[in-house]
């Protein structure tokens, strides 16, 4: 078992920890603001934009799983440096690319050593801290981070571009990532399982490519629609895939991903939870870049600006969420985070065409409070229902119902509104006799119908009022039904926690010694059998004892 590390000493390893974190979670959406940036610069098409983005969360998600299985056999301090040192190195190089083809292939690349920092950070944290009610905390600065970070990006990517090119985005990285690496070299204690089991390269295998696969076909599907069949087949392909991972687990003595964890229903709620909070965030951030960018027209920086309370207040209620579990049980925090985020969502999905951003702060302020409720509960259940050796699967499982929930957020959410805005867009803007090739551009986007309608030569200023006015109020329309769908899975996830998630339960990674000894690993049922076996046992040898004296004393 790992040295239990100084109280200074493992708070200080967890600031290294979240800094880690907060690296490769701003990665994902700090781009976001510097599209029209390399559009410019390196003349990238839509296509090579979509990959530029996506191909980090691709090579990303569809490597945690093996990431974390190999950070467990070899070394979880190990695979945080390796990672941070090859999330640095490509980095630099990212921002070195003169062509729009060397940064997809650096992203990526990027990708690749984030897979190995993320479960890392959490499985390090579990195994740093023993005390449950400690570990809980820094569960909860964890959850914070991971959840804030990602709003942040497009402020910090804001501020940069306000002075800076777009390569700033990937040079602030390597500063960070030096501090990280000789901080993590100090502070960081060694820690792999304690049972190095074989090796399971076909299941690896069949993971990486089955979430690789799937996750392209879903983020394909806001662009190229649901019904492509290049989506579905993708979708159909990954999906299989999958399943055959899990029935090539279930059949091998060695899994890289033990299928009867999901049996406990406190890993299975937990992660259902992550996966479903998670759908909410993303696509609801995916919706509101546009909102306020196009339809109350604020430049990135300021929408940026206006979306950071929903971080500040992350930062403040997830920390102290383990507080709240203290005195409430999980049960009843998760589900109850969860029902506000349902409410947010649902405040978010009345927002106004015009002067809409008191009722927007007022949503993501309410979401916010509900994911912060969420997230560190939900994360310590996944983590306390796995042994200590599993600490770095446990973590990538986790990291992976974040990504895979981040990314059907958009695509489904982003399909919803595209569902609602195409076809209003092209009956209004043919009713008022808009040219084909402006409502061809409007139907893209809503974007694509402010520019055209500023920007096409020989559109009457009536005409090109119409044109903008359409598109926001189709866009508008959209998302109102979209953001209610998102209510709805919301209110699904509370009720899947509130039916079966445990209000309290044992923590498989505590040690307990003595006659009580692997109670800890059971349910509370088994326990109880146990105790009463235990117990029945005991007064059976006290009555063999003292009958055993009787006899003596009498043949004396």
Known sequence: MDEIEPFARRWSALWVVTGSLMVITLDTTILNVAIPSLVKSLGSTTSQLQWILDGYTLVFAGLLLTCGALGDRFGRKGALQIGLALFGLASMASALATTSNQLI????????????????????????????????????VWAACAGASGAIGPVLGGLLLRWFSWHSVFFVNVPLIIVLLVAGRVLLPTSRAEKAERLDPFGALLSIVGLVVLLWGIIESPSAGLGAPK?????????????????????????????????NRRFSAANIAITLVYFAMFGQMFVMNQYTQVVLGYSPLEAGLRMAPM????????????????????????????????????IVSMVPVSNGYPVLLAGICTLAVGMGCVMAPATESIMGSLPRDKAGVGSAMNDTTRQMGGALG???IGSILAAVYRPGVESQMGAAGVPTDVIAAARESVAGAVLRAANTPGLSP???????????????????VAMKIGTV????????????????????????????????SLTWAEAEGALELDTMELERERAETTSGRRTDGATT
């Open 105 to 140: 292939a650096t992203r990526a690349l990027m990708g690749v050593g984030a897979a190995l920092i993320m479960p890392a950070t959490l499985s390090l944290l579990t195994n740093m801290f023993h005390d449950p009610k400690e570990r809980a905390r820094a569960i909860g």
């Open 231 to 263: 989506v579905y087949l993708a979708i159909i392909i990954g999906a299989a895939l999958l399943v055959s991972f899990v029935v090539w687990e279930l059949r091998i003595d060695h899994p890289m991903l033990d299928m009867r964890f999901f049996r």
């Open 311 to 346: 971080s500040m207040v992350m930062l403040v209620v997830a920390p102290n969420a383990p507080r709240f579990v203290d005195r409430l049980g999980t049960k009843i925090v998760v589900g109850t985070g969860l029902l506000l985020a349902a409410g947010g969502v649902f």
């Open 410 to 412: 958009v695509a489904v």
């Open 462 to 480: 009536e005409l090109a009022d119409q044109v903008r006015s359409i598109g926001i109020e189709e866009y508008v329309s959209g998302l109102h």
């Open 489 to 520: 899975v919301l209110l699904l996830a509370a009720f899947v926690v509130f039916r079966w998630l445990p209000a309290r339960a044992e923590d498989v990674r505590d040690e307990v010694h003595g006659p009580l000894d692997g109670l800890a």
